[in-house]
T-cell receptor, first 116, second 118 residues
Framework: DTGVSQNPRHKITKRGQNVTFRCDPI?????LYWYRQTLGQGPEFLTY????????KSRLLSDRFSAERPKGSFSTLEIQRTEQGDSAMYLC??????????????FGPGTRLTVL | AQTVTQSQPEMSVQEAETVTLSCTYD???????LFWYKQPPSRQMILVIR??????QNATENRFSVNFQKAAKSFSLKISDSQLGDAAMYFC???????????????FGQGTILTVHP
């Protein structure tokens, strides 16, 4: 169990550019979540995958955001035409069917995005 | 929709003393789960303690315990014998039961920054 990993850890981009983040969950976890956290605030839910199926998306996830989880393993979160308001920490979390609901997810270290 | 409120933006405690962090929530569900997460300055979220709403007994994990008042929709965290390593942002979180439409996502409060003084 190596934990949830996220890459890159930091990303600085110019407004209007596209960025993509990757999350590698714990290998046996079939549930994967993306959250966004702005400075001094609690994380906000963005989207949820069960295996490769994206089962829920928050209204926070505008058309510029897209997430995938091919083959139910790693997941990517892409932001197109970035805006300064997209600057935040993007957190990935994973859980197993038996442990997740009761135990809570394992969180990754996050990807901090800065849009200039 | 469920909401979680942490009314204490910042709290401080002396090392070895006890501190209580407050959390209230709003829900129409009868069965759910509540969590406290810790986020140290390195920013990786760590689960501290969890409580199932159907259990009347308050959860405890070593120096951490909760006071769960279901009728009042209150879920406070007590940290005993505070240590310097307890300094972090603490988040209260709510989760609906499995099988519902929320798919188990967490709803977080705004967080409480805990400072521990030596």
């Amino acid at each position: 169990d190596t934990g949830v990993s996220q890459n890159p850890r930091h990303k600085i981009t110019k407004r209007g550019q596209n960025v993509t983040f990757r999350c590698d969950p714990i290998s046996e976890h079939n549930r994967l979540y993306w959250y966004r956290q702005t400075l001094g605030q609690g994380p906000e839910f963005l989207t949820y995958f069960q295996n490769e199926a994206q089962l829920e998306k928050s209204r926070l996830l505008s058309d510029r955001f897209s997430a995938e989880r091919p083959k139910g393993s790693f997941s990517t979160l892409e932001i197109q035409r970035t805006e300064q308001g997209d600057s935040a920490m993007y957190l990935c979390a994973s859980s197993s069917p038996s442990g997740g609901t009761k135990r809570g997810e394992y969180f990754g270290p996050g990807t901090r995005l800065t849009v200039l | 929709a469920q909401t979680v409120t942490q009314s204490q933006p910042e709290m401080s405690v002396q090392e070895a003393e006890t501190v209580t962090l407050s959390c209230t929530y709003d829900t129409s569900e009868s069965d759910y789960y509540l969590f406290w997460y810790k986020q140290p300055p390195s920013r990786q979220m760590i689960l501290v303690i969890r409580q199932e709403a159907y259990k009347q007994q308050n959860a405890t994990e070593n120096r951490f315990s909760v006071n769960f008042q279901k009728a009042a929709k209150s879920f406070s965290l007590k940290i005993s014998d505070s240590q310097l390593g307890d300094a972090a942002m603490y988040f209260c979180a709510y989760r609906s039961p499995a099988g519902g439409t929320s798919y188990g996502k967490l709803t977080f409060g705004q967080g409480t920054i805990l400072t521990v003084h030596p």
